[in-house]
């Protein structure tokens, strides 16, 4: 058992040296390739009311250079919607590496003037006449959007449209307590909020689910639940515009059977 054991670590020792020099043999040892090292897409929102935002874009060379280099950030028109001098600006778009160094940045400024709530993109590449690019991560895109703040946001909507009560009824929008979440004050049948959280960065609603205040009138009688649509059908709301849309399974989870998607849509007043 001794000799077995002995044996077996022996080979255990011998297949890590071999693992070590192989992985030694492996280590890149070509030009210093450039690329976008620290992602290649981010979105930019700004907020109404607080003016430009300046971003900063990273990005790298595969192993450390020699010598010095410039490295320029070039704006791909064809494939962009925003436009340099209206939406963006670049503020600084030529960086400097000197030898030993793996990583520079630019900074860009984005416009709140140029920003809209549908969005805009921008693509950029790198460009340098002494350093070669990289087989992979050539584009960075940012898309660049335009949200308000809650505050601009709150106060009456009209129900414009509903399957659950009366359109053209009028409801209050609040902010709640909890970070990105709103209540519909009052619109359930027992005088309770409806509860929203949504995703400032997609204006996408997530609607945890609720009891409606109704019970369905079986024996015994049970709950209505609101809970998200199904198949694949989003709820959205727009900030800026004061609007919200949302598209609600409604359910009684008891019986495991219910009355579907239905539309509720707000518009601010």
């Given at each position: 058992?001794?000799?077995?054991?002995?044996?077996?670590?022996?080979?255990?020792?011998?297949?890590?040296?071999?693992?070590?020099?192989?992985?030694?043999?492996?280590?890149?040892?070509?030009?210093?390739?450039?690329?976008?090292?620290?992602?290649?897409?981010?979105?930019?929102?700004?907020?109404?009311?607080?003016?430009?935002?300046?971003?900063?874009?990273?990005?790298?060379?595969?192993?450390?250079?020699?010598?010095?280099?410039?490295?320029?950030?070039?704006?791909?028109?064809?494939?962009?919607?925003?436009?340099?001098?209206?939406?963006?600006?670049?503020?600084?778009?030529?960086?400097?590496?000197?030898?030993?160094?793996?990583?520079?940045?630019?900074?860009?400024?984005?416009?709140?003037?140029?920003?809209?709530?549908?969005?805009?993109?921008?693509?950029?590449?790198?460009?340098?006449?002494?350093?070669?690019?990289?087989?992979?991560?050539?584009?960075?895109?940012?898309?660049?959007?335009?949200?308000?703040?809650?505050?601009?946001?709150?106060?009456?909507?009209?129900?414009?449209?509903?399957?659950?009560?009366?359109?053209?009824?009028?409801?209050?929008?609040?902010?709640?307590?909890?970070?990105?979440?709103?209540?519909?004050?009052?619109?359930?049948?027992?005088?309770?909020?409806?509860?929203?959280?949504?995703?400032?960065?997609?204006?996408?609603?997530?609607?945890?689910?609720?009891?409606?205040?109704?019970?369905?009138?079986?024996?015994?009688?049970?709950?209505?639940?609101?809970?998200?649509?199904?198949?694949?059908?989003?709820?959205?709301?727009?900030?800026?515009?004061?609007?919200?849309?949302?598209?609600?399974?409604?359910?009684?989870?008891?019986l495991s059977a219910g009355y579907g998607n239905k539309v509720e849509k707000?518009?601010?007043?």
């Open positions: 058992m001794n000799k077995i054991i002995s044996a077996f670590f022996a080979l255990f020792i011998l297949i890590g040296l071999v693992s070590c020099t192989d992985s030694d043999d492996q280590l890149y040892d070509g030009a210093p390739l450039i690329n976008f090292n620290n992602g290649t897409s981010t979105k930019s929102l700004l907020v109404v009311g607080e003016g430009d935002v300046t971003r900063t874009i990273q990005y790298g060379t595969v192993r450390p250079v020699t010598g010095n280099h410039s490295v320029s950030l070039v704006v791909d028109t064809q494939n962009s919607t925003a436009v340099q001098g209206t939406d963006f600006e670049i503020v600084k778009g030529t960086d400097d590496l000197v030898s030993g160094e793996t990583n520079g940045s630019f900074e860009v400024k984005f416009k709140e003037s140029g920003a809209v709530v549908a969005g805009k993109k921008v693509v950029f590449t790198l460009a340098s006449s002494t350093l070669d690019k990289a087989a992979f991560d050539q584009t960075y895109t940012v898309e660049v959007g335009l949200t308000c703040p809650l505050s601009y946001f709150e106060g009456p909507f009209n129900l414009t449209e509903s399957w659950w009560t009366s359109p053209n009824t009028i409801y209050d929008i609040e902010e709640s307590t909890v970070p990105n979440q709103i209540l519909v004050k009052g619109f359930w049948d027992n005088g309770s909020d409806m509860v929203l959280n949504f995703d400032p960065s997609t204006n996408v609603i997530t609607i945890p689910e609720q009891w409606t205040g109704y019970n369905y009138q079986g024996n015994p009688a049970q709950p209505v639940n609101a809970r998200p649509a199904t198949g694949g059908l989003i709820s959205t709301i727009d900030l800026c515009n004061r609007t919200v849309t949302l598209n609600i399974n409604y359910w009684v989870p008891a707000f518009v601010g007043l």
